[in-house]
T-cell receptor, first 112, second 113 residues
């Protein structure tokens, strides 16, 4: 079945550092890929998405590129802020399936 | 309402009791999903509704779990004879027909003592 693997956290960075959170997936066909974010005390929010190979999703300075050849969708941000501290979840929606398959989440802590 | 709402926000129950969790999706969203998030883990899919029917129930962990949806709106997730391993945050999401972007509610935190 479909699966998503994320790097283990927590990831601790200083403000203005470069962020990469790795995400790889296993799925048949051409899934849609998502990053969701869960800020402390808040619900899950969609951060960005990509629906086909080589698409780049972007939002709030975050980017991720759908790489079919490496089955990856790594999340990047050039300069993190304290307000980016949250748990980030990579997810996919498989071909012909509506439910999302989530990774285990990566906690990001940004220190001033 | 503006977003997906869920009630109660917190529920503490004793082992063996039944619980009902409610979800109100965004108006016009015909697709509705239930997920479970155990502490420190990712979300596990439970069930998907399209309208009032459930074409995908593959994530329900046992026959103690059931869900229904009426009027293409409110959904109720029922857990019978709760066990301690049922303790988790139960999340509901909804989406427009034909769109795969899901909008999540704040969740119900269930604690089984």
């Amino acid at each position: 079945g479909d699966s998503v693997t994320q790097m283990e956290g927590p990831v601790t960075l200083s403000e203005e550092a470069f962020l990469t959170i790795n995400c790889t997936y296993t799925a048949t066909g051409y899934p849609s890929l998502f990053w969701y974010v869960q800020y402390p005390g808040e619900g899950l929010q969609l951060l960005l998405k990509a629906t086909k190979a080589d698409d780049k999703g972007s939002n709030k300075g975050f980017e991720a590129t759908y790489r079919k050849e490496t089955t990856s969708f790594h999340l990047e941000k050039g300069s993190v802020q304290v307000s980016d501290s949250a748990v980030y979840f990579c997810a996919l929606s498989g071909t012909g399936r509506r439910a999302l398959t989530f990774g285990s989440g990566t906690r990001l802590q940004v220190q001033p | 309402g503006a977003g997906v709402s869920q009630s109660p926000s917190n529920k503490v129950t004793e082992k063996g009791k039944d619980v009902e969790l409610r979800c109100d999706p965004i108006s016009g969203h015909t697709a509705l999903y239930w997920y479970r998030q155990r502490l420190g883990q990712g979300l596990e899919f439970l069930i998907y509704f399209q309208g009032n029917s459930a074409p995908d129930k593959s994530g329900l962990p046992s026959d103690r779990f059931s869900a229904e949806r009426t009027g293409e709106s409110v959904s109720t997730l029922t857990i019978q004879r709760t066990q301690q391993e049922d303790s988790a945050v139960y999340l509901c999401a909804s989406s427009y027909p034909g769109y795969n972007e899901q909008f999540f509610g704040p969740g119900t935190r269930l604690t089984v003592l």
